[in-house]
């Protein structure tokens, strides 16, 4: 199973971007996803998470502005940005928490993505 992010990129200060969290492989079942990010010099914070219930979790800072949905036929996560600032500027990381098949045995297993660059100009 491998995660592939995708959507980051450059942005002045307001803009907007979307980040896709694309799974492949062999999943039975996806029963969460979020997006973590790290700037330079900082520890990696959690943004938002979202849960195969819909139930959703955001990170203070990013509340109002960014919106966490997934397609759970697609297994893709999705994460909207909207007014965006220089704070933002990070790598984010995805992570998908998946169930899947090893030969009989059903495997539960967190699988991040590689991450991709947002970056923010004032």
């Known amino acids: 199973v491998q995660l592939q992010a995708s959507g980051g990129g450059l942005v002045q200060t307001g803009g907007s971007l979307r980040l896709s969290c694309a799974a492949s492989?062999?999943?039975?079942?996806?029963?969460?996803m979020g997006w973590f990010r790290q700037a330079p010099g900082k520890q990696r914070e959690l943004v938002a998470a979202i849960t195969i219930g819909g139930g959703t979790n955001y990170a203070d800072s990013v509340r109002g502005r960014f919106t966490i949905s997934g397609d759970n036929a697609k297994s893709t996560g999705y994460l909207q940005m909207n007014n965006l600032k220089p704070e933002d500027t990070a790598v984010y990381f995805c992570?998908?928490?998946?169930?899947?098949?090893?030969?009989?045995?059903?495997?539960?297993?967190?699988?991040w993505g590689q991450g991709t660059q947002v970056t923010v100009s004032s």
């Open positions: 492989g062999s999943i039975f079942r996806s029963n969460a």
């Open positions: 992570y998908q928490d998946v169930n899947y098949y090893n030969n009989d045995d059903l495997i539960t297993s967190r699988v």
